[in-house]
């Protein structure tokens, strides 16, 4: 079975700070990878996913993520971050079930906090 | 275009009751998903709901059903309430794509507190 490690529970930075957010997963296949952002009340937003191809992903925000298949990882970064940043960061896997079904496996979450 | 809807926003109910939520699923979107959010916790996989029929299923008790309707909106129902169940209860719709993965949008939860 498919799963998430997010090694970090709370990470606190400065505004302006180069921020990374680590993500290790376990899939026996290619896997589906993603990075969701959710503020206090809300639903979650997606950041970024990796299907296939290269292997550094953009995302919206600023933020970037880098698959590297060796590690298992998909760690997330901001160079720069800005206090509208603060909030609770998902790793997460799709794994293909059949008939078309996928499931999302999350990781239990990194709360970033950012100091003035 | 209005987003995945759920409601209601908040609600307590007290164990042993029996509660649904509702879920309005993303303009053009067939597919919905359901995850529990405990605090402190990611999101588990519920149950998938495609063309009014289960479609798939995570590590979670009967007393966890659901339905989905003709104009694919879905419900959530859970019966015997415990302490345990108190969480947020997150919605995702998306579009079939055969065998291809599509984006799964959220709606912004149900918060569901059992006293």
């Known amino acids: 079975a498919q799963s998430v490690t997010q090694p970090d529970i709370h990470i606190t930075v400065s505004e302006g700070a180069s921020l990374e957010l680590r993500c290790n997963y376990s899939?026996?296949?290619?896997?589906?990878l993603f990075w969701y952002v959710q503020s206090p009340g809300q639903g979650l937003q997606l950041l970024l996913k990796y299907f296939s191809g290269d292997t550094l992903v953009q995302g919206i925000k600023g933020f970037e993520a880098e698959f590297k298949r060796s590690q298992s990882s998909f760690n997330l970064r901001k160079p720069s971050v800005h206090w509208s940043d603060a909030a609770e960061y998902f790793c997460a896997v799709a794994a293909y079930s059949g008939a078309g079904s996928y499931q999302l496996t999350f990781g239990k979450g990194t709360k970033l906090s950012v100091i003035p | 275009d209005a987003g995945v809807t759920q409601s209601p926003t908040h609600l307590i109910k007290t164990r042993g009751q029996q509660v649904t939520l509702r879920c309005s699923p993303k303009s053009g979107h067939d597919t919905v998903s359901w995850y529990q959010q405990a605090l402190g916790q990611g999101p588990q996989f519920i149950f998938q709901?495609?063309?009014?029929?289960?479609?798939q299923r995570g590590n979670f008790p009967d007393r966890f059903s659901g339905h989905q309707f003709p104009n694919y909106s879905s419900e959530l129902n859970v019966n015997a309430l415990l302490l345990g169940d108190s969480a947020l209860y997150l919605c995702?719709?998306?579009?079939?794509?055969?065998?291809?993965?599509?984006?799964?949008?959220f709606g912004p939860g149900t918060r569901l507190t059992v006293l």
């Open positions: 899939y026996g296949a290619t896997p589906y």
């Open positions: 995702a719709s998306s579009l079939a794509l055969g065998e291809a993965y599509n984006e799964q949008f």
């Open positions: 709901y495609y063309e009014e029929e289960e479609r």
